[in-house]
T-cell receptor, first 111, second 115 residues
Framework: QKEVEQDPGPLSVPEGAIVSLNCTYS??????FMWYRQYSRKGPELLMY????GNKEDGRFTAQVDKSSKYISLFIRDSQPSDSATYLC???????????FGSGTKLNVKP | KAGVTQTPRYLIKTRGQQVTLSCSPI?????VSWYQQTPGQGLQFLFE???????NKGNFPGRFSGRQFSNSRSEMNVSTLELGDSALYLC??????????????FGPGTRLTVT
């Protein structure tokens, strides 16, 4: 069993829709949670960073962490075609910069 | 501020050869991590360097090694290349202090093809 599970998609939505992306994990020691966006042939770009449980909002993006369920989510409001990319979740137990990544969900926002 | 840079961007090698990839972190960042990304396995952690010392290591064979220089630039080396080493190799840097402790910024990657 992988440490982090993420549905690979692809997920196709119309422009303006609310998108929900999710990851589950098995290691209860994970405390730091991140979401990255990766465009084709580019390196991942950090979108959101949260510590422990709770919500964090940044513009159209909201990250949620539910440690009791070992489940994290990223919501994208008013999705745009430019949001079309692969979204990766990553998490760490706090042992410096050793991160575990999900396999990524490919999102396609149709105009 | 310049981002993380990686050289070369593309590389083709044959089995049995060795390869060295280079990474220049964001100015002021002291931590450099390396990852391997493949369609089948996704992003996998190779190792992390901080102040010229390897601080963390993933589950890769000893053919994969790295080092960090005093200016925080880092190199990774893969010896005796195998076909399965074909991948995108990503470098990430972080300031590693204060509230930005775990904010990692990735470079564009080096695409390695082993034939």
């Amino acid at each position: 069993q992988k440490e982090v599970e993420q549905d690979p998609g692809p997920l196709s939505v119309p422009e303006g829709a609310i998108v929900s992306l999710n990851c589950t994990y098995s290691n209860s020691a994970f405390q730091y949670f991140m979401w990255y966006r990766q465009y084709s042939r580019k390196g991942p770009e950090l979108l959101m960073y949260t510590y422990s449980s709770g919500n964090k909002e940044d513009g159209r993006f909201t990250a949620q962490v539910d440690k009791s369920s070992k489940y994290i989510s990223l919501f994208i409001r008013d999705s745009q075609p430019s949001d079309s990319a692969t979204y990766l979740c990553a998490m760490s137990a706090g042992n410096f910069n050793k991160f575990y990544f999900g396999s990524g969900t490919k999102l396609n926002v149709k105009p | 501020k310049a981002g993380v840079t990686q050289t070369p961007r593309y590389l083709i090698k044959t089995r049995g050869q060795q390869v060295t990839l280079s990474c220049s972190p964001i100015s002021g960042h002291r931590s450099v991590s390396w990852y391997q990304q493949t369609p089948g396995q996704g992003l996998q952690f190779l190792f992390e360097y901080f102040s010229e010392t390897q601080r963390n290591k993933g589950n890769f064979p000893g053919r994969f090694s790295g080092r960090q220089f005093s200016n925080s630039r880092s190199e990774m080396n893969v010896s005796t290349l195998e076909l399965g080493d074909s991948a995108l190799y990503l470098c990430a840097s972080s300031l590693d202090s204060g509230t930005t402790l775990y904010e990692q910024y990735f470079g564009p990657g080096t695409r390695l093809t082993v034939t």
